[in-house]
């Protein structure tokens, strides 16, 4: 079965940055795309980026383009997510996930990470 593992979360400033770790593994064939999101407290999961597994094309919420950059390694069978000029509207709990499709949609991801969380505050 396929499993997915976060890392890399924990407490910035405003402003700084943090860098996400996806690491997929147990997979035969691998999964067409790989996609972050986030939660936070009361609020709904909600899409923040993607990345397709075969060449490469990235997708970026609004509220994060300019700031984020999701990047992969196929050798280390490995997604990143490159958090910059963080924002307190930013601190939730990543996760990353993994479809057969190309989509952002939470409902439509076939596998979960455990999340981490990321917190900004000064």
């Known amino acids: 079965q396929l499993q997915l593992v976060e890392s890399g979360g924990g407490l910035v400033q405003p402003g700084g940055s943090l860098r996400l770790t996806c690491t997929v593994s147990g997979f035969s064939v691998k999964p067409y795309s790989i996609g972050w999101f986030r939660q936070a407290p009361g609020k709904e999961r909600e899409g923040v980026s993607l990345i397709s597994s075969s060449d490469g094309t990235t997708y970026y919420e609004d509220s994060v383009k300019g700031r984020f950059i999701v990047s992969r390694d196929n050798a280390k069978n490995t997604v990143y997510l490159q958090m910059n000029s963080l924002k307190p509207d930013d601190t939730a709990v990543y996760y990353c996930?993994?479809?057969?499709?190309?989509?952002?949609?939470?409902?439509?991801?076939?596998?979960w990470g455990q999340g981490t969380q990321v917190t900004v505050s000064s």
């Open positions: 996930a993994s479809s057969w499709l190309w989509t952002i949609l939470p409902e439509q991801m076939d596998y």
